[in-house]
């Protein structure tokens, strides 16, 4: 399998206050192509900031991040806007629905930066609320949707333009159980069916135990890389 | 992302800020209303003043006076002062006139020893004078003598009638009494002047005709008997050339060129610029809309930070959102602008009547000379101004929207998904 990210010794430290945080001290890691992985560590070990670092919403001090096949330091800020459209998906713990569009719209959004022609887009999200179990609800507002059905739209708007890679911050951090183990069953079946590489960062043992792969991260090192079993 | 999704998600933010964006949008129509109240009366108060103007003067031609005011009175002109203008280029017709006050010493009376309302003599050539002012030189009754025949008067309106009588009628004979009957003048009435009507320099109403012969006997300096020269150019543009052409011939101040045109450009001029001064003032309350918009996109840019980095975070570049907040400022500039733009044209006509009291000739004026008829005070709406006005609504918005719109696409997303 072709390997999709190359994370190589990055650093990353950033000022809170008066103090400077080192959040990551040299990463090293790759992950391939369909590769379900997650990350694990306990707060403030700087798996956050590692997935901000992959997802192109930052920069790391040092090291290089290799996205399929492109060094993605040495691209400018749009270039890094077009990477994140096209080529990454983010889910978050918080949901980050637009709270003024419907589900449907804002799993249109990407399509609409991307400038798909409407009709196309709308075909595209229906398809992909309807994938996530939402087809019923797809002129629903945010306010008028459960937890685990905003994270279904979320879910939804980060794969509704293909991208390479799906990154998932504590997706069920702010879920109840059983909606957080939907999620993660609904990430894994995207992973298994479509071949999606997901990347989730979870502080939750029995969450990462899904992966293909844990990465143990603390204090900013990789502690140790486990496959699990299947 | 395309421009109409940009405007519908724009709209859709402001409709969800309702008062916030009704606010806004109202301080830009006030200031847009100001623009098109000021600029509109402005422009039909100075269209108004213009055509008065014109219709005062006959714009080809000239009067050349005698004296000047930096230098004081002079005495006449001879024949040859009128030849000389004669042959400058442009010039059509010259006709010089003989002016001679009425006093206690020189009275107008008709046969039973009434004065006449008269204030001058004018001697001049008939034919020239109808020539040169075919408008205003013309008979309300009676018939201009036809070779300029001495003895005959042709009367002003007002010469003619005293207290609403006519002291003196067509055919009637009246006579130019210098000290009490030292020495008396007959003259037959031939024609009555219509009525002068609008003011300007050229109104007859209280002037009596008498052929230019007749009037070199009452002239003091026979050499240099004429008080005024009229000069009709070809057209009116030629108007400020000749002037300088007949000022030349004489010493420097010695004599006065009224030039119509002239006046009328420096008046037109003045009232522009009171109407530019206005409209600079009215633009004032614009800038403050302006300062206001830039105030409530700042703080929307605040309170959405967190929403700018879910959209930089899926993919949204820089100045994606950077259009988004301007589409906003956008709207507000093009709302506010049209409905400013409606409002304005209504306040024009409230304040046009409010106005028509306060700005017509003193009441003494009006009272004495009923010809003067009210000032009009209607608005005119250019759509040049409002065009401009429009233009301006919707610069000022995107001017003022321009720093919070740029202070939201510069977010680092990082820190603003972190944002509660």
Redesign the interface.
Known sequence: MPVLLDVRNIKKSYRMGKVIVQALRGVSFSVMEGEFLAVLGPSGSGKSTLLHLIGCLDRPDEGEIILDGKNVLRLSDDELAELRLKRIGFIFQFFNLLPRLTALENVELPLMLARVPEREAREKAKKLLELVGLGGRLNHRPSELSGGEQQRVAIARALVNDPKLVLADEPTGNLDTKSGWDIVNLMRKLNEEMNQTFIVVTHDQKVAEVADRIIYLRDGLVEGIKSVPR | ??PS?LLGMAW??LK?RKLRTVLTTLSVVIGITTIIAVASLGEGFRGEIKQRLEHGFELDVLIVFPGSFVAGLREGFSQSDVDYIKGIENVTLVTPLITVPLTEDLELCNETGAKLGAFTIGGVNFNEMRELLPQRFTLWKGEFPVENETGKMILGYKASIVNETMVADVGGNVSLILSHGFMRWNFTVSGVLAKGGTSGITNFDYWAFIPIEDAIKLARNKEKPYQIILVKVSNPQKAESVAMEIEKHFSPYSVTVFVPTALIRQVDGILNLVQMFLVAIGSISLLVAGVGIMNIMTVAVMERT??I????????????VLSMFLAEALLIGVIGGLIGEFTGYLLSYGLATVLANFIQPSGVSIAERPEVHRIEMAPSFSSLWMLIAFIFAIAICIIFGLYPARKAAKL???EA?RYE
Do not use: F, S, W, Y
């Open positions: 992302m395309k999704k859709l933010n969800h967190r929403e980095g879910i959209l930089k975070a899926i993919g949204a570049k820089n100045r994606t680092n997303p990082v998904l």
